[in-house]
């Protein structure tokens, strides 16, 4: 009896210890919001998600493998709260496997380019909602190859140690997996470096994305920057695109982010300019946020493009959209929402 005693033991205490090593989360963010949107003389009301932060599923997990090794998972899913439509849930938003030590992290799968994780990181609406400034991708679609504009499949990443004094690297290398013969479409090669410590914060950024042809090889490259002095702190992102064809597009956002008791003002203004051509654009956003507690929050923001020349950018958030502008013309709109993290 003694004997089965001390061997249950046993067994329960190395349980136990596997069970430290290791562990599992389940997180998502439920975002819903309603919008009225203008443009063209055309107007709409409804509801939209993630007009704060991207309405998400997601499982991560870590295993300490002795040593000082680890290795981890991400599965990350878009969740559609404000219809609820099947089949959304597909892990694109990031699935990755990593090793991690003193070395650093080596991560393998589906991420978010440098590039774009430069921009949402110094745009004060983070990317979401009617308020995002900065467009990524902005050669995307007509003019270039823009598939990995915000995230890249089939990617290897290396990120330097956070152990170095504030200082922080990636870099990432994403197949195309094309078939033997020269083509190199959807190839991605980018970078990120810089900064982050105390008040301030500095990033640069670079990406090449392979076009089916030289043309419509695209590059990036982004500068983005954060000073918090406590009352006010203040960002800045000055971004380029260009692809082979000579196509070259210029954006530069200042922006602030100022709290107020439980919550905060946002503000940014965004201005894209096109290389001999005056179809340019520009965009204002004001916002606020209110923490109820740490993971619910409620927002408003509106926001306003001016286009010029025959532009015709508008106002939009997933998938609700009043059209474009008219050639030269204004668009606006507004939201308010909630938002529950978990």
Known sequence: MKKSLLALAA??????????????????????GVARLSANGHSVTGMTNSGLNSSRLGFRGVEDLGGGLQAGFWLEGAVSNDDGAAG??????RSTVSLMGGFGEIRLGRDYTPTFWNTTVYDPFGTNGVGQAMTPGMISGTSGNGTNAVRADNSISYFLPGNLGGFQGQVMYGFGENLSGGAKTNNYLGFRLGYA??????????GKTEGATDAADVKYTNFGGSFDAGVVKATLVIAQEKNGAGLKIMAIEPGILVPVGAGTIKAS???????DSDNDWSKIAVGYQHDLSKRTA?????????NKGTQTKAVANNGLSAGAAAAGGNASGFEFGVRHSF
């Open 11 to 32: 067994l329960t205490a190395f349980a136990g210890a596997a069970s430290a090593q290791s562990s599992v989360t389940l997180f998502g963010i439920v975002d819903a």
């Open 88 to 93: 959304k849930l597909d892990f694109r938003r």
């Open 197 to 206: 410590g105390g008040p301030v914060s500095a990033h640069f950024a670079y």
């Open 269 to 275: 203004y965004a201005r894209h300019d096109i290389k």
């Open 298 to 306: 409620v927002y408003g923001t509106y926001a306003r493009v001016s």
